[in-house]
């Protein structure tokens, strides 16, 4: 029976590194600056620069007083921080899912923030969305992702199994 137990709890294990495996890093923007006008414009730049973004990563902008987030689609409006993108989202950490490569622009819209420099560049794996339909990828990553979790788990239960029939 003890034995029985191990087996079950390498099954347990085997489940758990794989969705740690394929979770992805999770990066706080700005680290212990967090999202906040920085101390001089280029902190973001640099700080995203040091960081390698891959697809299955995410963002975390967490703040301190008033700031929001918003994605700017064209580097043009983001050298000019143009405010008109869309709809910032001010909910505290706002959390963004790398899905796919790209060059993604984000800035503060509140008062003159990002003018001081509060805004950053994510460059995801190369830096260049894909043409092919922009859904693709993502599922075939997904598809992928349960093929080899259910691939672990049958290898988990043959292993159990043919314990069990001793
Ligand atoms: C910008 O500020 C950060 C810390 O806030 C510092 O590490 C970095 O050296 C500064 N860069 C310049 C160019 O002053
Ligand atoms: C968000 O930042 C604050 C400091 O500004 C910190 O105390 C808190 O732990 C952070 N939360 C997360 C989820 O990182
Ligand atoms: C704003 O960010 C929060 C936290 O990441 C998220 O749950 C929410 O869906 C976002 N809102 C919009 C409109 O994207
Ligand atoms: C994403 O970028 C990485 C390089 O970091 C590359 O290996 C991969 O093929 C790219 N994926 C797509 C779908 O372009
Ligand atoms: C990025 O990777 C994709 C897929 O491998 C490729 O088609 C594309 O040309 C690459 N782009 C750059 C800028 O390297
Ligand atoms: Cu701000």
Request: negative net charge; charged residues 15%; hydrophobic residues 40%.
């Given at each position: 029976?003890?034995?029985?137990?191990?087996?079950?709890?390498?099954?347990?294990?085997?489940?758990?590194?794989?969705?740690?495996?394929?979770?992805?890093?999770?990066?706080?923007?700005?680290?212990?600056?967090?999202?906040?006008?920085?101390?001089?414009?280029?902190?973001?730049?640099?700080?995203?620069?040091?960081?390698?973004?891959?697809?299955?990563?995410?963002?975390?902008?967490?703040?301190?007083?008033?700031?929001?987030v918003l994605e700017v689609t064209?580097?043009?409006?983001y050298?000019?921080?143009?405010?008109?993108n869309g709809?910032p989202n001010?909910?505290?950490?706002?959390?963004i899912?790398?899905?796919?490569?790209?060059?993604f622009y984000y800035i503060?819209?509140?008062?003159?923030?990002?003018?001081?420099?509060?805004?950053?560049?994510i460059?995801?794996?190369?830096?260049?969305?894909?043409?092919?339909?922009?859904?693709?990828?993502?599922?075939?990553?997904?598809?992928?992702?349960?093929?080899?979790?259910?691939?672990?788990?049958?290898?988990?239960?043959?292993?159990?199994?043919?314990?069990?029939?001793?």
């Amino acid at each position: 029976m003890a034995i029985r137990m191990d087996r079950i709890v390498f099954l347990i294990i085997a489940v758990a590194l794989l969705e740690g495996a394929t979770s992805g890093k999770n990066y706080k923007v700005g680290d212990a600056v967090g999202w906040s006008i920085p101390q001089n414009k280029s902190y973001y730049e640099s700080w995203a620069g040091d960081q390698k973004f891959e697809v299955g990563d995410s963002l975390e902008f967490n703040w301190t007083g008033t700031h929001d987030v918003l994605e700017v689609t064209t580097k043009t409006d983001y050298d000019a921080c143009v405010k008109t993108n869309g709809t910032p989202n001010n909910t505290n950490p706002v959390t963004i899912n790398l899905i796919k490569n790209g060059t993604f622009y984000y800035i503060c819209t509140i008062g003159p923030h990002c003018d001081l420099g509060q805004k950053v560049t994510i460059v995801v794996g190369n830096g260049s969305s894909s043409s092919p339909p922009i859904s693709m990828p993502n599922n075939h990553a997904a598809l992928s992702a349960v093929l080899s979790t259910i691939t672990i788990v049958a290898a988990s239960l043959v292993h159990l199994c043919s314990f069990l029939l001793y």
